[in-house]
């Protein structure tokens, strides 16, 4: 099964706010503060998880919840970039929907040769209490591919994308370079998700 680490320390975080308000004698103050830091601490956890809903570089699983089954090919094609797709989105009343977790989305590959392949594995997971599909993918160049290992990510189980960069595709020398691969699923929170790969070409 996939585990989810947890983004705040709040136990650290209320005894800080704890000993300080016990430290000051004005009552006005101490309310003051109170309720300012209780609602940054809701702030904060609403936040942290929602961005850790879908970019969880700690995605842990085992072997067996990786899914292989009919794959997806992701290649520039300027006709899907300008094409919407009616993808039959999963309401957001759903009391069953699939949620996607992604380990990462971005990477950068750092200084580079020109005429190198760089390849980077994503790990796509479905945290949610229903299928997630991957309708469809696509990148920003053809000097990027990927390839997923299934296009439907049963709940708790995981996907692999394979990301493929071809440096010598055409002249990069003396540029930084970012290209991208974008991901349609029917994820009613997240329907469209972006994982850009960065290199700086000698």
Known sequence: ???KN???????LLNHLFDFLRSTEKRAWDYLVLGSAIFLVIVFIIYGSKTQS?????IQYSPADVVYGESIYAI?????????QNIGLISNEATEKPQI????????FGEVN??????????????????????RAYTTCGCTTAIFTATEI????VVLMTLQFDTGYHDMQGKTVRRGVMIE?????HPVQEIWIQAKVR
């Open 185 to 189: 699923t029917n994820d009613p929170d």
């Open 154 to 157: 049963p709940p708790g189980k």
């Open 76 to 84: 520039h094609n300027v006709n899907i970039m300008n094409t919407p």
């Open 1 to 3: 099964m996939i585990k």
């Open 114 to 135: 020109s005429n190198q392949i760089l390849k980077r594995t994503f790990i796509f997971a479905n945290s949610g209490n229903s299928p997630l599909t991957i309708h």
């Open 54 to 58: 879908i970019m969880n570089s700690e």
């Open 101 to 108: 977790l992604i380990s990462e989305k971005f990477y950068d």
């Open 6 to 12: 947890s983004l705040i320390p709040l136990k650290k």
